[in-house]
Structure formats: structure tokens, C-alpha cells
């Protein structure tokens, strides 16, 4: 009986013994094999990032959108109607920049693409006017591809911050030749749609608005990118057969406002975004590598500088159209995060306004607006073409062009006396066309600038939840560095390693 119990004792010691061998076996081929998984999957870790900027786009641009919709097409869009945007949001952002309560496009943009705050104008520069390394060319560091789609010259602002290191926002010439490679990093970027070809052109032709006599557009079509600058080369380019580099740009000034914009000459923003999906989608999947790609609706901003409301809401449903293509991107590509911000707000759009001393009414007229065929800048510009002087001007504005293209029957004389001469003013034709149309609107506007109130941030995707909350510009480029794994300061390294020729001019 003893010795049974005793051999029986020695038996489970035994089975013990075996079954811990075996247990610390299967332990250790788990780590290891997770460990072996793991380095595989960072290395083969195919993430896509589409950080879309909304130029000059607040939270009441978001509002009076979404009214004006609700109000000039019921049908379609009745009572608790949201936009594609207002469905996304997470968020908001804080806009000031290193030198200013309120930011220019410049340091908001390098803001986000170097995750620091510099000062109004930088490009890609720090506030010692020293380059900083971009979350799009640290994606290129990690073999991603990259891309920009914008409506503004691709040499603006924006997009330059994220593919360019210049101390002033005007070196546009210059921010061209570095887009195309010509700094210290060599080519960053695969793919470039927008406007804006005046500065690949030389000087002295009547296209180019280079400060040089160089011609980057036919160099580098020699070098082996691939060009396109018609809507018939866009609607022909094949997506999956696509080489890469590539640059679209069809206008040599940026791209019309999207009410002026003849569809047989210039595609949509939401046109290039889905091409540009396809082709870095395509070519990121041949590669298991991820793509980072820059999309700004740039002429939101533009319009509200103009005080244009017509211009601003149509540009700003382009956008939301956008907004849509790419939602349904990330809806197929579950790897991928979008997030959409403004770089800040433009104009101090307010609906409702009422000067006077009477209790105002508490009502703003979108119908007012929907009657706008032309943006306030096309009509100015076709009111510059009128020849005969002011009596030409003033038949031409009274019978065709403030009622046809503005939906204006009663300027008074005052009005018309300031548009046929707006010599003795000291505003611009444009913008006082476009308040001619928002006081009939009862649309009010603070500024011809930019304001420095918050704006909306929204994010859809993987990780998206983690913007919730109100941040910093510049954590914005922090969370595409920490989601795509980017080394930032490895590519200000470099770039501050090589002194840039042609710096101190830009
Ligand atoms: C055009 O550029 C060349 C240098 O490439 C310069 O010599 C010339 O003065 C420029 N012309 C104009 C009109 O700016
Ligand atoms: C206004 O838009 C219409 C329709 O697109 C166009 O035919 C017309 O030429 C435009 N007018 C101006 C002044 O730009």
C-alpha cells in the first residue's frame, strides 16, 4: 500500500517533471516565434496615412455648408441632415503659431508636417530658419510612397511645407526645384496633382512665372517623370499601369474656384484624390509598402479671403465630396488613417448680421447665395475686360453682370459707383463684390485675413479615436509619426548635415 502510493508519487513527480519540460518547451517557441512574427510584421507593416487640410475652414464654415444645403436643396438633404465631415469629427485644433496669435498657412502646414510651431511664412523650417524634417519625407525614409493633391499651385503654402524647406513662403521658384528633388534629400515625392505650372516654366515664355530661365517641365519629363497637364491626359492615365514619378498640374495659376470650374478643362479635387487613391493604393500594394498622402481643399481659404460666400460654399462641398472618396478608401483599406483639419480659420464668417439700431431679425438668407453663377474674382475680372470706361462698366454690370452672375437686382449707385471706379476706394474689386452679396445674406465676415480661433479636427480609421479631444497643431504631426513610425529627427539631421545651396535667397 505504501509503496504504491510511494511509486505512485514518483510517477506524478515524473509526469510533473515532463509536463513542465514540455510547458517551458512551448513557452519559449511562443516568445521566440512572436518575437521572430512581430520584427516581421513592423517590417512588413503596410500603413497608409491621408492627412487632408481644409485651407481657411471653421467651425462656422462647417455650419453655414451644411444650412445652405439643408436649405437650398430639402429634398435631398431635410432637417438633421450632416455633412460627410460633421459625421467625423473627434476633435479640435489649436492654430497659433510661434510668432502670432493667428498663423498663416505656412507655419500652420509646418505645424503639422514637422510636429513644431515656427513662424508665419516658414516653410519647412524651424523659428532659427533651419530646415525640419517632414512627416512625408520621413515616410519616404521608410520606403513609403507619397503624394500631394491640392487646387492650389502645387508650390503653395501647404504643400511645400511638407516637400520643401524654404525661410519664406514666396520662394516658389525654388520650393518647384526642391518638389522635383533638388535638395539635399534628393526626390520625395512620387506624385503631385494641382496647379500651379507657371513655376516649372521658364521666365521669359509667357506661360512661366519663374524668377529663372530654367525649364524643370521639360527637364524632368526628359529625366523620366511622367507629365500630364489636360483633363484629357487625366481621364486617360490608367491607374494600375501609372508610372511613378508623376506630376499633373492643369493651370499654371492655381486650379478655378470649384462654382467657376469648367469640367472639360480641369478635373475636381475629388477626381484627382480618387486617382491619386488608385494609383498609390496599386503601387503600395505591388510593394507591401504604405503611402502617405497630402489632400487640401486650398481655395476654401481663398474665397473667404474674398469675402465670397458663393465661392467658399461650393468649394467647401468639393471638399466634403472628397471627404467621401476617401472614407470609402479607408473603408476597404482598414490599414489606413484619414484625418481632416484646418490649418486655421479665414474671414470670421458669422451667419447672421444685422448692423443698425433696430432689433435685428434673427435670419440669414441662403437663397441669396444660391443665386451666385460666378465667384466674386471671375466677375471682377470680367469687369476688368469691359473697354469703353465707366460708361461700358456700369451698362455692363447693371444689365449682365451683377444680376446674371451675382443674382443682384438692386446695387444702389453708390455701389455702382465704387465698381466702375474702385480707384477711389481702398479695397479690391473682389472682395467688394463679395460683401455686396453676403449683406444681402446677411452673411457677416470680421476680416480680409485669417482668424485665430480653433478649428474642427476629424479622423476616421485606424486609431482615429485616439485625436479625440482638443490638441495642438503640432500633435498632429506627432500622431502620423508614431502610427507610421517615423523618424523625424534622423531627417532634420540630414538635412541640416548638407548646407542647402541657394539657401539664404530661399
Ligand atoms: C530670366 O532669368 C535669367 C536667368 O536665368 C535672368 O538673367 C533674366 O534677367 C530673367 N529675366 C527676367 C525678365 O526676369
Ligand atoms: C459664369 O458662369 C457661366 C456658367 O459656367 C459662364 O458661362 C460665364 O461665362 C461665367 N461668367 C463670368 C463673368 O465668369
Not at 476654401?300 to 471638399?319: G, L, Q, R, S, W
Not at 444685422?354 to 474674382?377: A, C, D, F, L, M
Request: glycine content about 10%; some cysteine.
Amino acid at each position: 500500500m505504501r509503496s504504491e502510493l510511494r511509486s505512485l508519487g514518483k510517477k506524478k513527480y515524473r509526469l510533473i517533471l515532463v509536463y513542465l519540460i514540455a510547458g517551458l518547451l512551448f513557452v519559449s517557441i511562443i516568445v521566440g516565434s512572436s518575437t521572430w512574427y512581430g520584427q516581421r510584421a513592423q517590417a512588413k507593416r503596410k500603413r497608409n496615412v491621408i492627412f487632408m487640410v481644409s485651407d481657411g475652414f471653421g467651425p462656422a464654415s462647417e455650419t453655414y455648408a451644411r444650412t445652405y444645403f439643408q436649405a437650398t436643396q430639402a429634398l435631398e438633404h431635410p432637417y438633421g441632415y450632416q455633412l460627410p465631415l460633421d459625421k467625423l469629427l473627434v476633435g479640435s485644433s489649436r492654430t497659433q503659431s510661434s510668432s502670432s496669435l493667428v498663423t498663416d498657412s505656412a507655419a500652420g502646414a509646418t505645424a503639422f508636417s514637422c510636429a513644431l510651431k515656427s513662424y508665419n511664412g516658414a516653410v519647412g523650417v524651424d523659428p532659427d530658419q533651419k530646415p525640419c524634417g517632414t512627416v512625408l519625407e520621413a515616410a519616404k525614409a521608410r520606403g513609403m510612397n507619397t503624394g500631394l493633391v491640392v487646387t492650389s499651385r502645387i508650390t503653395h503654402a501647404t504643400p511645400a511645407a511638407f516637400s520643401a524647406h524654404v525661410t519664406g513662403r514666396d520662394s516658389e521658384s525654388r520650393i518647384a526645384e526642391q518638389q522635383m528633388g533638388e535638395y539635399a534629400l534628393g526626390r520625395q515625392v512620387d506624385l503631385l496633382f494641382g496647379g500651379g505650372k507657371c513655376f516649372f516654366l521658364p521666365n521669359e515664355t509667357n506661360d512661366g512665372c519663374r524668377l529663372d530661365g530654367r525649364d524643370l517641365w521639360s527637364q524632368y519629363q526628359e529625366e523620366g517623370w511622367a507629365t500630364l497637364d489636360t483633363r484629357e491626359g487625366f481621364d486617360t492615365l490608367e491607374p494600375t499601369g501609372a508610372s511613378l514619378p508623376l506630376m499633373g498640374l492643369f493651370a499654371l495659376d492655381h486650379m478655378s474656384y470649384e462654382l467657376d470650374r469648367d469640367p472639360k478643362e480641369q478635373p475636381a479635387l475629388h477626381e484627382m484624390t480618387h486617382k491619386a487613391l488608385e494609383i498609390l493604393g496599386a503601387e503600395s500594394r505591388q510593394e507591401e509598402t504604405g503611402f502617405f498622402l497630402l489632400i487640401e481643399g486650398s481655395r476654401i481659404d481663398m474665397a473667404a479671403h474674398d469675402n465670397d460666400p458663393a465661392a467658399h460654399v461650393h468649394d467647401i462641398a468639393e471638399y466634403q465630396r472628397t471627404v467621401e472618396v476617401v472614407k470609402a478608401f479607408v473603408d476597404s483599406h482598414p490599414e489606413t488613417v484619414m484625418i481632416s483639419v484646418s490649418d486655421h480659420e479665414t474671414g470670421g464668417l458669422t451667419l447672421g448680421m444685422q448692423p443698425g439700431k433696430e432689433y435685428p431679425e434673427y435670419i440669414w438668407y441662403p437663397e441669396v447665395i444660391q443665386r451666385v453663377q460666378n465667384s466674386s474674382w471671375a466677375v471682377g475680372q470680367a469687369l476688368s475686360r469691359v473697354d469703353g470706361g465707366v460708361k461700358a462698366k456700369r451698362a455692363a454690370l447693371i444689365h449682365s453682370l451683377l444680376p446674371e452672375s451675382l443674382g443682384i437686382s438692386d446695387a444702389t449707385d453708390e455701389e455702382i459707383a465704387f465698381l466702375v471706379d474702385p480707384e477711389q476706394g481702398d479695397i479690391d474689386i473682389e472682395f467688394y463684390l463679395g460683401r455686396m452679396v453676403s449683406r444681402r445674406a446677411n452673411v457677416g465676415w470680421t476680416t480680409h485675413g485669417h482668424t485665430g480661433v480653433d478649428v474642427n479636427l476629424y479622423a476616421y480609421g485606424m486609431e482615429a479615436e485616439a485625436l479625440r479631444g482638443n490638441h495642438d497643431n503640432t500633435d498632429l504631426g506627432i500622431f502620423v509619426s508614431r502610427f507610421l513610425g517615423l523618424d523625424l529627427p534622423s531627417i532634420t539631421d540630414k538635412l541640416n548635415q548638407i548646407i542647402l545651396y541657394g539657401w539664404s535667397h530661399g
